[in-house]
């Protein structure tokens, strides 16, 4: 294999045997002992802080199953006792009756610890026959008093309200869950004893009014019920008093891969050669080697950028925003690496985000992909993949390298298609900038035309640096300038004058290039048919590439597919052995523990919707391979659980990483790098994708969506406003606004409620269900949990026909399953003084990153006109589009000047108009009809490329003829090119 096939090979651990991975010997580092010693101490203290982490998620995270045994790993004490004592005060010390006491003695000899809780919460949903499940609203953790009769118990620290309740109810806001956590540490009782909590009824009742759970029995106390719960428990929360063991001290058990000292863990003298050392802060700069992408459509530059920096970087991040091609990327990620002969494996946590991987992989070209620790499901997909590989024909040994260099020819050709419309771009730009330029020096009385006329403008470029150099020649030079230009030689004069020879030349060597360059749509057609002789090339040559793997390891794959087909429950392959056969693997985080520790076990680790997983997530998988990519949106909200301690000294830049996405990208961004971004959207109604794209995400994505393929769910319903193809507010119909004003009532923890908004939208979503064809989902988002579950409530007294999501982040965490084609927004923020912190959260665009993400065709929102329609955020964008109150952006300096040269010919033209949501520059129109103009802006070949594909979009949509004008002739001659637009109108 030649280098132009590089995606570089990390170190490769010795090959496993069937068996297993062979014996390790700690007494040789290997390639990577040469690792700094500092390296090594920030890989150390990262360990720690990862095992201190797992510890504390997994107590906090700990539910209660109640059938299991009391005082097991996952059951839990019911106490006896007829008073609460430490919430309340009353006492500082826990007797347990004996009977309790006994499923609960040596506490800390398994390295766990007791958790006291008080009242607990039976949560709801559980499946009939599955056991109820439940959990404390207080918790604190209590440690056994030496000496006396019985067991005692104190408490070792301040009181807490469970995560894991917080979590099942929905409070998943940052700062919302912030705010509760916080709330029995305030309420402080005042007593000296360390778990006391002021009125503790009255914050116990009004914490579970706020987290919308309904109380089994009435909170008190003093009369604690000590009745059975019996099989089937009423959800809600009971007066009941418990004792459970977590996980949580120092020596309870963590995974293999997060213990050094483990003879399976982590070798920390080798992290120098994985991905995670550049997590750590020591990336690897390489020169980039070409790469010859292989993917099941087309390949966009973005896509090429990524793939190029993989090749470069240990670490590489990609800014992924939802409807710009995630699942595409990672697909061409797999392929091009499988083709190269590399091994690559793809986590994820959203177990829909691997099926569709696996989906895609199955399509033409098809890859070998296989799921790590799946079910029995998978393993059935497995043993499939398997017996594909045993019937694949033998590989010719000449067709790799002939479908490799058919595929290098074809996507040199792909190069070039793009260079021409760059070169395209570039001059269009460079005009651009002179015309405006040469504008600005002829509104100062320095016309080029006039002094220069058709000599050449370089000549006197050096005649003016000799008159400005002084002596008789220069005397000479300035007699020459003032007899052949007539102008006045003095050094303002020539100053002024060099710099516009200077402009001058240059604008005429553009000219050129642009002439000799021809139009961009002689481009954009050889693109097309590049990238399609390329896409058949790249299959072949990935089809040879698998051949010759399966090959190579058809002994270990025989073996496999026989334990699986003997076997129904075998356990996980034996990665070393099939790594020769199979290139691609599939896992979740959890399931990827099963792996070995080894250090760059495989060649690239993608971590796929990193946004999604836990910082803490990220380090083993990193470890385990050479190379690694995290694909993510930067908008989406942080994981309902934040990290549980800040990451340790010596990793300033990931202090503040919630997200794996989050800590990736200060990784980078710690060397002066930034993530590649995947720059176009082409999912969801443009109505709703510009928004997005213009709040959240910077302006960085380019709309591409078609309308027709999101067409208003609505358009043929009674009452519908219609179609229609004039620039008639496109963005009202698709995101229109119902005003109610209502009351913004405080609740607990900086949140809020809105009972005649919450009214109004369950009504709107009834009439919707009405109204709207089966098939089409309905969801309804609020930022705030309160009135999340009001919004349930009332939905659930009249349900409507079609399942419909409630709620914040969770009900809709995945971009491309949960995605729904109409979304009711409820603000739940109303009035003219509502509280601070509210009205912040509200107008935050992040707060609304979800429904804008997550929505393909129409927007409604419920809220107060009065309120947002002055607001510069994303609700004030929403408000004034369904008002057809929006004003469109002021028009560049192109667009001004064309726009000005129409009128003085009389012709009518409007700017920035929108027809369904897709903009024009200019709307010019005359007796014989209207035509759209485009003012060419392009600063790059893809913006070029993208360009003319929204002319061809605006032209199908809005049905009236589109041309692109480059912004250079509009500041040129902006009359000549009114005059050619305003002869096609009359």
């Avoid at 750590?280 to 099941?296: K, R, Y």
């Avoid at 995630?326 to 091009?336: Q, S």
């Avoid at 942080?638 to 340790?648: D, F, G, N, V």
Wanted: with cysteine; hydrophobic share 45%.
């Amino acid at each position: 294999m030649t280098s132009r096939d590089a995606l570089p090979r990390g170190p490769r651990p010795p090959a496993e045997s069937a068996a297993g991975p062979p014996p390790r010997d700690r007494r040789h580092g290997g390639a990577g002992s040469a690792a700094p010693a500092a390296l090594r101490d920030r890989a150390e203290a990262l360990y720690r802080h990862l095992r201190d982490a797992e510890r504390r998620a997994r107590a906090d995270g700990r539910l209660i199953d109640l059938r299991a045994a009391p005082g097991s790993a996952a059951g839990a004490v019911l106490l006896p006792l007829r008073a609460e004592p430490l919430f309340s005060g009353a006492a500082d010390t826990l007797a347990v009756p004996g009977a309790a006491a006994r499923p609960l003695r040596s506490p800390g000899g398994d390295g766990a610890v007791l958790r006291y809780g008080y009242p607990l919460v039976v949560l709801p949903g559980a499946p009939d026959g599955a056991a109820p499940r439940a959990v404390p609203l207080f918790t604190v953790d209590v440690a056994a008093v030496p000496g006396g009769p019985g067991l005692r118990l104190r408490a070792t620290g301040p009181p807490g309200v469970s995560p894991a309740l917080l979590e099942a109810v929905g409070v998943d806001r940052a700062d919302d869950r912030a705010a509760l956590l916080r709330v029995p540490r305030s309420a402080g009782g005042g007593s000296g004893r360390p778990a006391a909590i002021a009125d503790l009824a009255g914050t116990a009742r009004a914490l579970l009014d706020r987290l919308d759970v309904g109380r089994v029995h009435d909170i008190d106390p003093e009369r604690l019920s000590t009745a059975p719960m019996g099989d089937r428990p009423l959800a809600g929360a009971h007066n009941t008093a418990v004792l459970l063991r977590v996980d949580a001290g120092p020596g309870c058990a963590v995974p293999d891969d997060l213990d050094p000292a483990h003879p399976d863990g982590p070798r920390l003298e080798e992290v120098a050669g994985t991905a995670l050392a550049a997590l750590l802060g020591a990336d690897d700069p390489q020169p980039a080697a070409p790469v010859v992408p292989v993917a099941a459509g087309a390949v966009a530059e973005s896509h090429h950028a990524v793939l190029r920096s993989v090749l470069r970087h240990r670490l590489t991040v990609a800014a992924a925003p939802p409807g710009t091609g995630a699942d595409g990327l990672v697909g061409a990620v797999l392929r091009t690496a499988a083709a190269a002969g590399r091994s690559v494996l793809l986590v994820c946590g959203d177990e829909r985000v691997l099926d569709r991987a696996a989906r895609q992989a199955a399509a033409a070209p098809a890859l070998p992909l296989i799921r790590v620790c799946g079910g029995a499901r998978h393993r059935a997909d497995e043993a499939r993949v398997l017996a594909a590989l045993l019937r694949r024909a033998p590989a010719d040994p000449a067709a790799p390298g002939a479908h490799r260099s058919t595929a290098h020819d074809t996507w040199a050709a792909v190069r070039g298609a793009w260079r021409a419309l760059d070169t395209a771009a570039s001059a269009g730009r460079d005009l651009a900038r002179l015309a405006g330029e040469r504008r600005r020096m002829a509104g100062l009385g320095w016309d080029a035309d006039a002094l220069f006329g058709p000599g050449d403008p370089a000549v006197w470029l050096r005649r003016l640096d000799r008159a400005l150099a002084g002596g008789l020649g220069g005397a000479s030079h300035r007699a020459a300038v003032r007899r052949e230009l007539g102008v006045d030689p003095s050094p303002w004069n020539l100053d002024r004058l060099r710099w516009l020879a200077a402009v001058e030349t240059e604008w005429r060597v553009a000219l050129d290039r642009a002439d000799r360059t021809g139009p961009p749509e002689r481009s954009t057609a050889g693109l097309a048919t590049a990238l399609a002789a390329h896409r058949r090339a790249a299959a072949e040559h990935l089809a040879t590439a698998v051949d010759a793997r399966a090959a190579l390891g058809r002994t270990a794959v025989a073996r496999r597919l026989e334990s699986l087909n003997w076997h129904r429950d075998a356990a996980a392959p034996g990665v070393g052995p099939l790594l020769t056969a199979v290139p691609a693997w599939a896992a979740t985080p959890a399931s990827a523990r099963g792996l070995p520790a080894s250090a760059a076990r495989f060649d690239l680790v993608v971590v796929a919707a990193a946004d999604r997983l836990p910082a803490a997530d990220l380090p083993p998988l990193l470890y385990r391979g050479a190379r690694a990519l995290v694909v993510g949106d930067p908008a989406a909200p942080a994981p309902p659980e934040p990290p549980a301690a800040r990451w340790p000294q010596g990793l300033d830049p990931l202090r503040s990483a919630a997200s794996a996405y989050g800590a990736a990208e200060a990784a980078v961004g710690a060397t002066g790098r930034r993530p590649v971004w995947l720059d176009e959207h082409d999912r969801c109604h443009p109505a709703v994708a510009r928004p997005a794209a213009r709040h959240l995400y910077g302006g960085r994505v380019a709309v591409r969506s078609d309308p027709a393929e999101r067409p208003d769910p609505l358009a043929a319903g009674p009452g519908s406003r219609g179609g229609g193809t004039g620039p008639d507010g496109g963005a009202a119909r698709i995101a229109p606004w119902q005003h109610v004003a209502g009351v913004c009532e405080p609740v607990l923890g900086g949140s809020c409620r809105n009972r005649a908004e919450a009214a109004a939208a369950a009504d709107l979503v009834r009439r919707l269900d009405a109204l709207l064809p089966e098939g089409v989902r309905v969801g309804v988002h609020t930022p705030f949990q309160p009135q999340a579950a009001l919004l349930r409530r009332l939905l659930a007294g009249r349900p409507p026909r079609r399942a419909v999501r409630v709620g914040g982040t969770a009900p809709f965490a995945d971009d491309v399953e949960d995605a729904v084609d109409v979304m009711v927004l409820s603000p739940a923020c109303a009035g003219d003084d509502p509280p601070h912190r509210v009205l912040a959260a509200a107008r935050a665009a992040a707060s609304w990153a979800v429904p804008l993400t997550r929505t393909l065709a129409r927007l409604i929102v419920v809220g107060d006109r009065g309120l947002w329609g002055g607001d510069d955020g994303v609700l004030g964008d929403l408000c004034r589009a369904a008002g057809q109150e929006a004003v469109a952006p002021p028009p560049g300096a192109a667009a001004a000047a064309l726009a000005a040269a129409l009128r003085e010919r009389g012709a009518a033209v409007a700017v920035g108009p929108e027809y369904q949501g897709v903009p024009a520059d200019l709307a010019v129109h005359g007796p014989r009809g209207t035509v759209l103009v485009l003012v060419d802006r392009a600063p790059t070949g893809a913006a070029l490329r993208r360009l003319l594909d929204h002319r061809a979009l605006v032209a199908r949509v809005s049905g009236l003829p589109a041309v692109r004008v480059p912004a250079w002739r509009c500041l040129h001659d902006p009359a000549g090119t009114a005059a050619g637009i305003a002869a096609d109108v009359g």
